[in-house]
Structure formats: structure tokens, C-alpha cells
């Protein structure tokens, strides 16, 4: 166990309780203060390790998968796979959407002309396979099909697991959006048959915002030559840069993003493994929820498939006032979220980064005396 992952830090910059960027150890931020050439060899051998650790992370062996990372927000990352990975001819995208990121992935598809069938459903519900079985069975043309496993929306869990498995047999390419939950909650990739899965530096494996990362099924991104609308992310030509070159990024990299991503991948591990920080977060949470609701507070999402990276609550109150509440917590040192959800009036407050139990009891210490003052 290093220090870093374990003690809860004195900053005097306040905590952010987002879910992205979020709340970075100092030894990840002070790998920012040196200055790295692109074609150093060392740099390249650095982008090797990190392609390497997240195909490991991932559970997947480097036999049969890649990791390309692409600069930019995780948007990027996701625009970048989705317009590499169907084919500008005879193919259709079917996307499961339950909330802002899987209505993100439409938007996607609309700029990129690419055909999509949406399958929606209700925010505080799951992408259940039911309805998304039946919609295959109209739609024998989907040759791709892409979800979000946690729909940061609401903090809601879409079952990939019972998902992937059953599309992946009929032939069809999988994409799974796991931005907010990769680092964060075990995910085998490969045993799922997971195509491509999309995350970013700046979610749970806590790093800072600088690039996307792509873990893709070798034999899946293969066929892919050609297929990109864009130049800049095209995912098939960045992919083969990093490989015929050694780790050579195409264009102009985020180098201290990447030496930062470094130490985060190390803390990751000293901390135990995506296990162990599974363990922390979903300890943040439950903290978070239980003290919440004896506050008065009530989540959106029902404790079956809420996820430990962020959680919703409902407003209070009708006349609640989040902006004050918010700049209360703010004064105090804590940064919240507010909500996404279309129908309901809501609030987040995010359990990931470098954040432990301690911080979230004096979080609600500080909600519990704004209760007292205002309600
Ligand atoms: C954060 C996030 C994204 C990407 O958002 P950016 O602002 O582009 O980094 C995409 N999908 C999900 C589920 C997310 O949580």
C-alpha cells in the first residue's frame, strides 16, 4: 500500500466530488512539472507501458487485444471509435440509451451519417435485454451495436454482462462506453467479448484530462483500414502508428498527461488493483447514500443497479435552491455535480478519485448543518 492511495490528503484546493476530472493525488500532479520530447525513446517506451497496463487492466490478453490511446476528452475517444469501427457501406449501429452518454453516441452517428437504431429506455432504468432482443429480431441489418455500463447521467450499472456475451454470438461488433466506470469496477473484457471499450485519463484510474483510451479486439480494429471520417481520429492509422512505430503517438501528444496516467497506473496497483479501489469507492458510496437519506436526501437510482462512481439525489425539497447549496459546499471545500436527469430535479455527488470514506463523513457533516440552517 503506498501512502498516496491509502491517506486522505490536506489540500487546500477543494475536493471534487465529480465525476470527471476528479480529485488527483500530488505525486500524479507533480509528474506535470517536466518537459518530455515526442520522439524520445523513452517516451515512446513509456507509451508502450501504458498501452500494455490497460490491455492488462482490462483483463485481456495482449495476444488477442490493443489499447490505442487518443488525444482529447473521452468524447473524442468515443467519436473516434465509433467512426473507425462501422464501415461507411452496409453497416448499421444499434445503441442502447438510457440517459446523456447513450444519447451522446446518437448524436455521434447522425454527424457521421452512420445508420443507428436506438433503443431507449426510461433514465432510472437499466438497458435490459428483453427490449433490446426484440429489437435486434426487427432489425436483422445491425451489424454494430454500442451502450454505456455506467450511465453517468444518474450513476445507473447497465448489465453488460448479461448484455455483451448474448450480441457478441450473433456476430455483432460490441462497443461498450465504461468512461466513468473502467478502473473502477472489474471488467473482463475479453471473457465478454467486448470489441471495443472506451475510457479516459481522467476517470477512476485517476489521472488528469488529456487523452482517450480505446481497448480493441486485434481482429475487430484489423478490418478497420479506410473506415474513419476523420482524419484527425481516425483510430485504425493511430493504432498503426503505435504500432509499427513503438509507441509513436500520431500528432502532437499530451506528454505530461501521459507521465501523470504513469504514476496514476502505479497508485492504481499500489493500491491493490482495480479490486481494491472498487472496495473504496463503493465504501464512498455507501457512506455517501445511507447518510444522505437519514438527511433527508433520497437517490434517484434504486440501490440494485446504482453504481459506486457517482449517485443521484432528489431535490429535497420543491423550492430547493442547488446553487446555494452548492456554493456552501464549495466554500467548505467540497465541489459537487449537478444533475442530468430530464425529469427529475437532482443533484450528483461523485465517489471517485482520491477520495475516501473520511472525506464523504465530513461532507455530510457540513450537509447535515446546512439541513439544520435551511430546512
Ligand atoms: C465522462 C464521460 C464521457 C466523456 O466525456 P468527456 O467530457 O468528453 O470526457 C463519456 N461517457 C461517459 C459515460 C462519461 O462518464
Known amino acids: 500500500m503506498n501512502e498516496a492511495a491509502t491517506q486522505p490528503q490536506v489540500e487546500t484546493a477543494p475536493l471534487l466530488l465529480t465525476p470527471g476530472p476528479l480529485t488527483t493525488s500530488r505525486t500524479v500532479k507533480e509528474q506535470m512539472l517536466v518537459d518530455h520530447g515526442t520522439w524520445d525513446d523513452e517516451y515512446k517506451e513509456d507509451t508502450q507501458q501504458v498501452r500494455a497496463a490497460l490491455v492488462k ?3 485481456a490478453s495482449k495476444k488477442t487485444y490493443t489499447a490505442v490511446l487518443m488525444q482529447g476528452s473521452g468524447t473524442f475517444a468515443v467519436e473516434s471509435t465509433i467512426g473507425t469501427a462501422v464501415p461507411k457501406q452496409g453497416a448499421t449501429l444499434m445503441i442502447a440509451i438510457n440517459g446523456a452518454y447513450g444519447q451522446r453516441m446518437a448524436q455521434i452517428a447522425d454527424y457521421l451519417g452512420i445508420n443507428h437504431v436506438d433503443v431507449v429506455f426510461d433514465e432510472d432504468e437499466v438497458t435490459g435485454l428483453e427490449k433490446i432482443m426484440d429489437k435486434l429480431a426487427a432489425h436483422p441489418e445491425v451489424t454494430h451495436f454500442a451502450m454505456v455500463h455506467c450511465e453517468t447521467t444518474t450513476g445507473i450499472l447497465n448489465p453488460i454482462e448479461t448484455l455483451i456475451p448474448k450480441i457478441h454470438a450473433m456476430g455483432i461488433v460490441t462497443i461498450v462506453d465504461a468512461m466513468s466506470s473502467f478502473g473502477g469496477i472489474p471488467i473482463n473484457v475479453e471473457a465478454l467479448g467486448i470489441d471495443y471499450l472506451i475510457s479516459s485519463s481522467n476517470k477512476c484510474i485517476q489521472g488528469v484530462p488529456g487523452f482517450g483510451l480505446v481497448i480493441a479486439k486485434r481482429q475487430t480494429i484489423d478490418q478497420t483500414a479506410g473506415n474513419a471520417r476523420s482524419l484527425a481520429l481516425d483510430l485504425y492509422d493511430q493504432y498503426q502508428c503505435f504500432e509499427v512505430h513503438d509507441g509513436k503517438w500520431r500528432f502532437t501528444s499530451p506528454t505530461h498527461v501521459v507521465y501523470a496516467f504513469l504514476q496514476a497506473l502505479k497508485e492504481l496497483a499500489a493500491e491493490g488493483g482495480v479490486p481494491a479501489r472498487n472496495r473504496r469507492y463503493a465504501h464512498n458510496e ?81 450537509i447535515k448543518q446546512y439541513s439544520v440552517v435551511e430546512v
Do not use: C, H, W
Not at 298 to 321: H, M, W
Not at 349 to 366: K, P, S
Open 286 to 366: 455507501k457512506t455517501l447514500r445511507q447518510g444522505m437519506m437519514t438527511l433527508g436526501y433520497q437517490p434517484v437510482i434504486d440501490e440494485a443497479v446504482q453504481s459506486p462512481i457517482i449517485t443521484s439525489f432528489r431535490y429535497p425539497s420543491k423550492d430547493f435552491n442547488f446553487q446555494k447549496f452548492y456554493n456552501y459546499l464549495k466554500e467548505k471545500g467540497f465541489i459537487i455535480y449537478p444533475g442530468k436527469v430530464s425529469t427529475i430535479d437532482s443533484f450528483r455527488i461523485g465517489n471517485i478519485g482520491q477520495v475516501f470514506n473520511d472525506d464523504m463523513v465530513r461532507l455530510l457533516a457540513l
Open 57 to 59: 487492466l482490462a483483463n
